[in-house]
Nanobody, 124 residues
């Protein structure tokens, strides 16, 4: 089992940047592919980014491609989400997630463990 703790959320103006962090505790971090998802008020949770165990492969949906970058530091048991050119529609609670079964998990049901979330608010 692994515990995930997100940090780095906050309030930012449109066009600005934020970097989210997710620290993992428990089983070997490098044995999990990692991802980020988000959920805006009144909307379903949405997949945002995924990274393979080694960090060599990443995947993004079109909604964030070119603006968001996922990375990981296996020595620090941490995964990051760098968010640039933020838009008001990026406002959501962002959740870190871990997958023990998939190489590059691209769907919500590919993930086994979830963090508690961190709020990101983008003002116009």
């Amino acid at each position: 089992q692994v515990q995930l703790v997100e940090s780095g959320g906050g309030l930012v103006q449109a066009g600005g940047s934020l970097r989210l962090s997710c620290a993992a505790f428990g089983r070997t971090f490098s044995s999990y592919a990692m991802g980020w998802t988000r959920q805006a008020p009144g909307k379903e949770r949405e997949f945002v980014a995924a990274i393979s165990r080694s960090g060599g492969s990443t995947y993004y949906p079109d909604s964030v491609k070119g603006r968001f970058t996922i990375s990981r530091d296996n020595a620090k048991n941490t995964v990051y989400l760098q968010m640039n050119s933020l838009r008001p529609e990026d406002t959501a609670v962002y959740y870190c997630a871990a997958s023990g079964s998939y190489y590059l998990p691209r769907a919500l049901n590919h993930y086994d463990y979830w963090g508690q979330g961190t709020q990101v608010t983008v003002s116009s």
